[in-house]
């Protein structure tokens, strides 16, 4: 699961330099991810994470933040792109997808994906899920299945 998530940074991270080229400060490139929930485990997972791949691609950090699940999002969210400020890599759920486009808030990846050689790596049903109007915005890197077990 890390090394899937791995590969998720790195796309994000490549995608987000042609998208939106990223805070650039001296020979660091600082790239903001808000992702949706504030749960301890799900944060230290990601920190985790972040840390791996910031020692892998040195010149690389990511700022991390996070806002609750619901209406803490979206309005965080709202506010950070009114003010210009909007994330490089966004972790929303899929229902955000037709709305932020609309709102010009998340650009196309399908260029981008197209070229990127780590593809094949990904279900299409992930793809799909991030895709709107024929066009590429966002992997699902997580489907979640739900179990009901006796």
């Given at each position: ?6 590969i998720c940074l790195t ?10 080229g990223g805070a650039d ?100 049903q992930l793809v799909d ?22």
């Amino acid at each position: 699961m890390k090394r899937f998530l791995l590969i998720c940074l790195t796309a994000a991270m490549l995608l987000g330099l042609v998208a939106c080229g990223g805070a650039d400060s001296g020979d660091t490139l600082t790239l903001s991810f808000l992702r949706l929930g504030n749960d301890e485990a799900e944060r230290t997972f990601w920190q985790e994470v972040i840390a791996e791949y910031e020692a892998a691609n040195e010149g690389v950090k990511i700022a991390y933040d996070e806002a609750a699940i619901g209406d803490a999002m979206d309005t965080k969210l709202t506010n950070l792109f009114t003010g210009n400020a909007g994330p490089d890599i966004i972790g929303h759920g899929i229902l955000s997808i037709a709305s932020r486009v609309e709102a010009g808030h998340y650009v196309p990846l399908t260029e981008q994906y197209e070229k990127w050689e780590g593809k094949d790596d990904i279900f299409p049903q992930l793809v799909d899920l991030g895709t709107y109007k024929g066009e590429i915005y966002g992997i699902a890197y997580s489907p979640a299945p739900y179990v009901f077990a006796y």
